[in-house]
């Protein structure tokens, strides 16, 4: 299995900061990579696929980039509604598989 | 727009097997894969496997041995059943749709989950 490893585990930030969140993958995976937004009680919600393409209805504030094992999500200026715990998936093989997750709090 | 409803017991003994079903309303279920992934209390997303409306099924090696997904398209309904379950089986159980890509697949919608906690 590919093992995805996001960092940092948890971050504190302020409404209107810059945060970036990372993703590196134990092997390449050519870009096939989406990022969930998930609240609490929540079901994940898909923000980016294929690493930089934002999934209709996201504001454009969120981002992704990266290739081959390193891909990060950018949330170029917080709001309220953004604390949540973010998520990676690959699925440029089977089984897909997940981050453990990062956790944006609120500074 | 697609919507997912998970039904079933939130409570299953050890060894016993665990069995959800997924509702899916505003679409058919046919033509798409579609997929349980679970998210044990506190930790990360790991996904179970996958149906075809077809009936075939892909499963996570980790869980093959234990696992069976099947479909019924009449009801737009595909089912979950998970063998000799364990206090590790604990976990709020997702139903998705499968968005599929050259590669592989991400997930897109999700129901919103249901908690199934195995105790005696």
């Known amino acids: 299995d590919i093992q995805m490893t996001q960092s940092p585990s948890s971050l504190s930030a302020s409404v209107g900061d810059r945060v970036t969140i990372t993703c590196r993958a134990s092997q390449g995976i050519s870009n096939s990579l989406a990022w969930y937004q998930q609240k609490p009680g929540k079901a994940p919600k898909l923000l980016l696929y294929a690493a930089s393409r934002l999934e209709s209805g996201v504001p454009s504030r969120f981002s992704g980039s990266g290739s081959g094992t390193d891909y990060t999500l950018t949330i170029s200026s917080l709001q309220p509604e953004d604390f949540a715990t973010y998520y990676c998936q690959q699925y440029y093989s089977t089984p897909p598989t997940f981050g453990q997750g990062t956790k944006l709090e609120i500074k | 727009q697609v919507q997912l409803q998970e039904s079933g017991p939130g409570l299953v003994k050890p060894s016993e097997t665990l069995s959800l079903t997924c509702t899916v309303s505003?679409?058919?279920?046919?033509?798409?894969?579609w997929s349980w992934i679970r998210q044990p209390p506190g930790k990360g997303l790991e996904w179970i496997g996958y149906i075809y409306y077809s009936g075939s099924t892909n499963y996570n090696p980790s869980l093959k041995s234990r696992v069976t997904i099947s479909v019924d398209t009449s009801k737009n309904q595909f089912s979950l059943k998970l063998s000799s379950v364990t206090a590790a089986d604990t976990a709020v159980y997702y139903c998705?749709?499968?968005?599929?890509?050259?590669?592989?697949?991400?997930?897109?919608?999700w129901g919103q989950g249901t908690l199934v906690t195995v105790s005696s």
């Open positions: 998705a749709r499968d968005v599929i890509a050259v590669a592989g697949n991400w997930f897109d919608p």
């Open positions: 505003g679409g058919s279920i046919s033509s798409y894969y």
